[in-house]
Structure formats: C-alpha cells, structure tokens
C-alpha cells in the first residue's frame, strides 16, 4: 500500500489552476493505484508556524534534548515516510509561495529527512524515491534566456537531493498570463501530460 503525500500551497484555494491540475494527476495516481493512500497536507489550513526566534529555541532544545518524537516534529516525520511525494504550488516571484517554505524550514530537520555519516558528508533519510512538482507559471520559464531566473524547482531537485529522494520531476503549464497564449490549450496539454505521468509515478 503506496503512501501519496500531497503538499497543497495553491493560495488561490478553488480558483487556482495548479490545483485543477494537481487534482487531475491525483485523480489519475489513484486509478493507477487502486490500493494506494493519499494524505493532504493543506498548507493554507494547517498553517505551519514560521520559525520565529522563540519557535526555533524551542525546536532547538527538543533537538538537542533528542525528543525527535515530539509532535514539533511530526510534518518531518511524515515527509521522511512518505513512499510518493506530490508538490503543487503556483510559481511565485520566480519560486513559490512563502507558505512552502514554510513548511520546506519545519521538515528540514537533521536526523529525520537528512543527515550526516561518520565523514561529515550529507546522507538523505527520506523513505520517497520520487517528488513531483506540479505548478502553473505566468510567463515562460523553459527558454533558454529565461531558465535561469526560475527557482522554485530548482530549489525543491536540490533539496530532493539532499533528502535522499533520488528522482525529481516537474509538472508545468506556463504562459498562462501571457495575452497571446490560448491558455485553455495550455492547460489542457497539461492535463494529457498529468494523465501520462500519474501512469508511471
Ligand atoms: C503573488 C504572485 C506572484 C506571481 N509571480 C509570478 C512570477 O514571478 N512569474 C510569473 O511568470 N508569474 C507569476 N505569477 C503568476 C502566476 O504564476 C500564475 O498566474 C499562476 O497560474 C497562478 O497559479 P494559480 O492559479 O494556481 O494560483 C504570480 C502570481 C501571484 C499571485
């Protein structure tokens, strides 16, 4: 039994457009995978706390008191034993919505989702072999002169990285607010993309 974790920071609630797509995909991983669970993590509801000066004292005595069990760590937890992970969250101001990273600042937690060997060197302790980033861009962020300002999921491969989740993947639509685009065929390029890619996430 596959355990989807699905980590919604779509601001815009039933309006947004990467949640439409993120729902198609989820839709389609559940018919794939009849006997699979998917968990929501609803970032605008659950509001994980920021870490605030006295949330990170806090934090840090729990650490170092080696309470990795209390419930301050408990979104870590769930993300180091998640077998599939699914990201959805619009592109904004070249990443993502701060409520992401957020949440990314609560599970980055030494010994439960990264760690260290005898040599110093980062080992990742994520149970997840992959991560998908489902997200819907204004612009154009795939062009050769635009690739490099973009830094949402370059951010999420690198901390895939360092999490021990070996394949990352990215689900785009883009041009959404660009006038001359049609952006319902935008869209529903997408859609096919999702289909095919929840057939073999
Ligand atoms: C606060 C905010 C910041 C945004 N920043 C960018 C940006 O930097 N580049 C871009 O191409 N589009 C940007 N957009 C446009 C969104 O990426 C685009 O409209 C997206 O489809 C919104 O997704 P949603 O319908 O899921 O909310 C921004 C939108 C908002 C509301």
């Not at 605030?52 to 005595?61: F, I, N, T, W």
């Not at 309470?67 to 699914?86: E, G, S, W």
């Not at 957020?102 to 302790?125: A, H, K, P, W």
């Not at 685009?181 to 096919?192: F, P, Q, R, T, V």
Request: charged share 25%.
């Amino acid at each position: 039994m596959e355990q989807l974790l699905f980590i919604n920071a779509c601001v815009r609630g039933e309006r947004s457009r990467t949640l439409k797509l993120a729902r198609r995909f989820l839709e389609n991983w559940q018919r794939n995978h009849s006997d699979g669970v998917i968990t929501q993590v609803d970032l605008c509801k659950d509001r994980p706390v920021p870490q605030y000066p006295e949330v990170l004292a806090q934090r840090d005595e729990l650490w170092n008191a080696g309470k990795l069990d209390d419930p301050m760590f408990d979104l870590a937890r769930q993300f180091a034993a998640a077998d599939r992970i699914v990201v959805a969250a619009p592109f904004w101001d070249l990443s993502f919505p701060a409520i992401l990273k957020i949440y990314l600042e609560r599970i980055s937690v030494t010994n439960i989702t990264f760690g260290y060997d005898e040599q110093g060197n980062n080992v990742g302790l994520c149970k997840a072999d992959k991560l998908l980033l489902i997200t819907t861009r204004g612009g154009n962020f795939s062009l050769p002169e635009t690739t490099w300002m973009e830094m949402g999921a370059r951010q999420l491969e690198a901390l895939c990285a360092m999490y021990g989740i070996p394949s990352f993947q990215c689900l785009a639509a883009e041009g959404l607010d660009d006038i001359r685009n049609d952006k319902k065929a935008i869209l529903a390029e997408a859609m096919g993309r999702a289909d095919a890619m929840a057939e073999v996430f």
